[in-house]
Nanobody, 130 residues
Framework: QVHLVESGGGLVQAGGSLRLACAASGPAASGQFFSKYALAWFRQAPGKEREFVAAIGWNDDDTHYADFVKGRLTISRDNTENTVNLQMNSLKPEDTAVYSC??????????????????WGQGTQVTVSS
């Protein structure tokens, strides 16, 4: 079992930045096991479907982003701290949503498919004011 907890959300003005973090814990995420998980961020705005934001495989070079990211967001992982992070810059009001991290044991196969992931966090609210 893997337990994911997000942090770093909040209220920010348009054009501002936030850094989200997701910490993994549990016996299945301990030691070197965490490095074998593919990780991702999704978001869900009120009244909308959950949508893919970014994913990272075992290596920092294996990253995938939604088209709307357009260089504004960067996903990274720290296997020593068992965390996956999302640096968000140049935020827009349309980025307002609950952001959740997700994990699956193994390599990335379908990074944008939420059915790919076995573990989910509860989410952290990001609100961008205009």
């Amino acid at each position: 079992q893997v337990h994911l907890v997000e942090s770093g959300g909040g209220l920010v003005q348009a054009g501002g930045s936030l850094r989200l973090a997701c910490a993994a814990s549990g016996p299945a995420a301990s030691g070197q096991f965490f490095s074998k998980y593919a990780l991702a961020w999704f978001r869900q705005a009120p009244g909308k479907e959950r949508e893919f934001v970014a994913a990272i495989g075992w290596n920092d070079d294996d990253t995938h982003y939604a088209d709307f990211v357009k260089g504004r967001l960067t996903i990274s992982r720290d296997n020593t701290e068992n965390t996956v992070n999302l640096q968000m810059n140049s935020l827009k009001p349309e980025d307002t949503a609950v952001y959740s991290c997700a994990a699956t044991l193994g390599p990335l196969v379908r990074p944008m498919d939420n059915n790919e992931y076995d573990y989910w966090g509860q989410g952290t609210q990001v609100t961008v004011s205009s």
